[in-house]
């Protein structure tokens, strides 16, 4: 069965740069995604909304070079999941230890409620989420290593 959905992707223009950042369900849960990832990062902006000329939705910000483009496309994939189970803390603890964590660095299930509602809002996909480390304000730092 074919699903309309929503893939945000964050555009720089100065650096020839496109990375996808989530598809959603909807383009109202795509823009919140954005709106997430700013809040988590502590970050606000002035904001230009517009339509191109195929429909997607960009938002541009700072300058003209850097905006983020919300893109509707079919697909017969399913959506990432969203739902999420903690992981116990022996769990916690032995991936520390596996991955070599210092103190600053924190793995997903570590982060407070509020830090991991809002990742899962900005990345719509809790695999995604927990493939990272996380300083203490719930920002992604580094990518980790199966």
């Known amino acids: 069965m074919t699903n309309t959905v929503y893939t945000n992707y964050w555009i720089s223009k100065r650096d020839d740069v ?3 950042h989530g598809t959603y369900r909807t383009e109202e849960e795509a823009l919140e995604a954005i709106k997430a990832w700013w809040e988590l990062k502590g970050e606000s902006y002035d904001t230009k909304e517009y339509r191109t000329n195929t429909g997607a939705l960009e938002i541009a910000y700072i300058d003209d070079n850097y905006f983020y483009r919300i893109e509707k496309h ?3 994939d399913r959506l990432p999941q969203t739902q999420y189970k903690l992981k116990k803390p022996g769990e916690i603890e032995s991936k520390r230890q ?3 964590l210092d103190d ?3 793995l997903f299930d570590e982060l407070g409620e509020p830090y991991r509602d809002r990742l899962i809002t900005a990345m719509g996909d809790s695999e995604k989420a927990r493939s990272y480390s996380y ?4 920002i ?3 990518k980790l290593t199966k």
């Open 104 to 106: 600053h660095l924190y």
């Open 140 to 142: 992604p730092v580094d």
């Open 18 to 20: 496109r990375k996808e």
């Open 98 to 100: 596996q991955l070599n």
């Open 74 to 76: 079919e697909t017969e």
């Open 135 to 138: 300083n203490e304000e719930g």
